[in-house]
Nanobody, 127 residues
Framework: QVQLVESGGGLVQAGGSLRLSCAASGRTFSSYAMGWFRQAPGKEREFVAAISWSGGSTYYADSVKGRFTISRDNAKNTVYLQLNSLKPEDTAVYYC????????????????????WGQGTQVTVSS
């Protein structure tokens, strides 16, 4: 069982930056692919970014490509999401998710492919 705890959310002005962290429990973190999803009020949860279990592949939603960067530190059991050039439309609750293995886009960009979820962290971008 993997437990995930997100942190790093907050209130930031448009154009600003944040770094989200997701700390995972367990000794097999390096075997898990990790994803970030977000959900804005009144909207469905949507894919943001993912990184394969090996770290060799990363995927991004078109809406965040070039602005957000996902990375992982297996020694710290942590995955990060660097958010730059933030826009008001990035306002949402951001969720970290984990699944065992997986390295293809078709697997890592779908929420129902992930077995473990964190509680979410709020990101609010003011205009």
């Amino acid at each position: 069982q993997v437990q995930l705890v997100e942190s790093g959310g907050g209130l930031v002005q448009a154009g600003g930056s944040l770094r989200l962290s997701c700390a995972a429990s367990g000794r097999t973190f390096s075997s898990y692919a990790m994803g970030w999803f977000r959900q804005a009020p009144g909207k469905e949860r949507e894919f943001v970014a993912a990184i394969s279990w090996s770290g060799g592949s990363t995927y991004y939603a078109d809406s965040v490509k070039g602005r957000f960067t996902i990375s992982r530190d297996n020694a710290k059991n942590t995955v990060y999401l660097q958010l730059n050039s933030l826009k008001p439309e990035d306002t949402a609750v951001y969720y970290c998710a984990a699944r065992l293995l997986g390295d293809t886009r078709v697997v890592l960009t779908w929420a129902n492919k992930y077995a473990h979820w964190g509680q979410g962290t709020q990101v609010t971008v003011s205009s």
